[in-house]
């Protein structure tokens, strides 16, 4: 299947009057001008309109499954011409609709069939339109170089979501006209952006082939699904779609080839955020419950990612507009319709955790999304007090430290030394020992007598693998612990290895002062994907299984290189450049480098960073950055000492063993 994207103009007139090869005109009373429409939709013509009423739900709401809200309920269904319309696509590079869109639609698909073969579809093109608009859009799908031969029967599929909402269609015409021009496509692969590494094990063609899969991955055929700006989808066989989850941590990579697409995110974020009445942002572009309030999402990891990016940013407009965009998305989260009253935990349903096998909503409060919760709590907190909001950063702080006390006293059990999912139904925990149980490390929430206790169930070989690989996402004591092999079915969450669920614990690490232990993950975590940038691997084997190339997998490999094993940060607020590495014993024996990295700076600010071990257990940083920025400083940082001076373009810092 091709998906193309259209050249789409709300109300313009053309420049040029195009020839028209076909069309057709739905101003008689009842014609549908020979084409079969499907009943659901009823097909009425009148007033000079086809009529579409989309409702593909079922009638009554009580009916209702949560799946039906997140995935299509039936198949897409099409408006079909009739057959032997015998035109030359040599001639004809244009399909164009004008449509009245009273509907969350924003994407529909073209498809046609030739008279070579009238029984098989030839070819699929993407076409897109704006939602819930009260305006004649004059839609323009280019076919040039896309069909060949004699055209034989047109294909309309005007609805992908399909769940409500009603369109208008007054003309259908094949034409000519003028080529689209080329949409730019965002560099996040080349030579010009992608760093040089020297790691032991590691070789730079396998390193900078972590940056060419996020370009696989890149979608810039936008809007894509309601999405305005150029965005990663997952890879593989899941298609040219956005997903919060995976277009989020795409960024996390990617911003260091690109701070402006990273950016641009947040502002397609926006895009498809302002569809919602209640501040959602949905689990990916074909959720049907598109325009309405709705109680389904996927675990916010855009909270994370969206305030290291609005970090990152030189311009006070993207920390304003990641402020508006994940406090109304936290507002949502915090709401009634996620937020149990009684212990003031987060409720989920379907991906806002892992692996958690429970079917109905409202029911169970998972801890990895109470962390990720908190986290959005604490990092829209600094974002209100960044751009002036004084209210809200207290209201937001409030709601930081009540979900970590929720935390602590529901989820944490005594007696296991271990974080659970809570119940919050029956007011029980669910005592399976998943690898969640360590995110509570994040930001403190977990108190330092019990950060004792968590640890030495993570460095327990028996349990999560310590060790040998990274970690497993549910312990190996457990009997459904699963190693699951091949295409994607959903048991991989039950065993397997994620970048996904090791990095919040690198961080967590972090926080709460072992970094010893987060470099033993993050080295881990680099060796077993380096060159494997597959969905998860197998902990007993490091073999790559499901998608062969992941975007988030790629992206998050790029981010434990650079931010955990070279420690590399740069805040633009602060005006500060960290490097505070992550160093095993076997990272400590010869030099490692990284070179030609980008800063999100005004003068492209390029960054080295050679570290080398010297005699008498000394460690010698020698750091060089091309075109300075103003008034920023250095802040270096190993084994517990810092040290800080002004940035200057080289600089050599000598650290002793101790």
Not at 91 to 116: C, Q, Y
Not at 517 to 540: M, Q
Not at 589 to 617: H, M, Q
């Amino acid at each position: 299947m091709i998906a193309l994207h259209l050249l789409l103009t709300v109300g313009a007139a053309a420049v040029a009057e195009p020839t028209t090869f076909k069309s057709w005109e739905f101003n008689a009373w009842n014609d549908q001008q020979g084409w079969s429409v499907p009943p659901v939709f009823g097909g009425a013509v009148a007033g000079g309109g086809l009529w579409l009423h989309i409702q593909m739900l079922p009638e009554h709401a009580k009916q209702l499954s949560w799946r039906q809200l997140i995935w299509l309920p039936h198949p897409p269904l099409s408006l079909v011409s009739q057959s032997g319309l015998g035109i030359d696509a040599t001639r004809a590079t244009k399909v164009r609709l004008r449509i009245l869109n009273r509907s969350p639609e924003t994407d529909g698909l073209l498809i046609w069939r030739t008279a070579a073969a009238p029984d098989t579809n030839a070819g699929t093109v993407r076409f897109t339109m704006h939602p819930m608009c009260d305006k004649w859009q004059d839609v323009v799908i280019d076919m040039e170089n896309r069909w060949a031969g004699v055209v034989d029967q047109l294909h309309i599929l005007p609805a992908l979501i399909g769940s409500s909402g009603d369109m208008w269609i007054s003309r259908i015409a094949v034409t000519d006209g003028a080529p689209a021009p080329a949409r730019p496509r965002p560099d996040v692969a080349s030579a010009a952006v992608v760093p040089r590494i020297t790691l032991p094990g590691i070789d730079q063609a396998g390193f900078a082939d972590a940056f060419k899969v996020l370009d696989e991955c890149l979608i810039s055929n936008v809007p894509v699904h309601g999405f305005t700006e150029p965005v990663m989808g997952p890879g593989g066989a899941y298609g040219e779609n956005w997903w919060q989850l995976d277009s989020s941590l795409a960024c996390d990579g990617a911003k260091w080839a690109n701070q402006s697409f990273a950016e641009g995110v947040l502002r397609g974020f926006r895009s498809v955020q302002s569809q919602n009445p209640d501040g959602r942002i949905d689990l990916w572009g074909g959720s049907p419950s598109r325009g309405m309030p709705a109680l389904a999402s996927s675990i916010p990891r855009l909270f994370e990612v969206g305030y290291r990016v609005a970090r990152r940013s030189t311009d006070d407009e993207v920390r304003r507009l990641a402020f508006e965009v994940l406090g109304k998305y936290l507002d949502w989260w915090l709401s009634p319709v996620k937020r149990d009253a009684k212990t003031g935990l987060i409720t989920y349903a379907f991906e806002e955790t892992f692996c958690e096998p429970v079917d109905t909503p409202q029911t169970v409060a998972p801890v990895d999304l109470q962390v990720a919760v908190a986290i959005g709590c604490a990092y829209v907190c600094d974002l209100a007090r960044l751009v002036g909001e004084g209210e809200a950063a207290t209201r937001f702080q409030k709601a930081f430290d009540d979900l970590k006390e929720a935390i602590n006293k529901y989820c944490w059990d005594e007696e296991d030394g271990a974080y659970y999912n809570f119940n919050v139904k029956t007011m029980t925990r669910s005592k399976r020992l998943i690898v969640s149980t360590f995110d509570p490390l994040r930001l403190g929430i977990a108190p330092k007598e019990r950060v004792a206790r968590l640890l030495r169930k993570l460095t327990d070989p028996a349990l999560f693998n310590w060790g040998d690989r990274p970690l497993t996402s549910l312990a190996k004591t457990e009997r459904d612990y699963v190693e699951a092999e091949g295409p994607y079915d959903g048991r991989a969450w039950l065993g397997n290895i994620w970048t996904m669920r090791n990095l919040p614990v690198i961080f967590g690490l972090r926080d709460c002062g072992h970094d010893d232990l987060a470099a033993r993950l993050a080295w881990d975590t680099v060796k077993v994907f380096h060159a494997n940038y597959s969905e998860y691997v197998t902990p007993s084997k490091g073999k790559g299984e499901g998608v062969a190339r992941y975007g988030w997998s790629a992206s998050l490999y790029i981010q434990t290189v650079i931010e955990h094993v070279f420690g590399i940060d740069y805040d633009a607020v602060a005006k500060r450049l960290i490097v505070g590495p992550l160093l095993v014993p076997e990272l400590r024996t010869s030099r490692i480098a990284i070179e030609g990295l980008r800063l999100p700076t005004p003068e492209d600010s390029r960054l080295s960073v050679s570290i080398v071990p010297r005699e008498k257990s000394e460690t010698e940083f020698e750091v060089t950055v091309d075109a300075v920025p103003k008034g920023v400083s250095l802040v270096v940082r190993l084994d517990g000492v810092v040290r800080e001076m002004p940035l200057a373009s080289e600089q050599r810092v000598v650290f002793g063993r101790p």
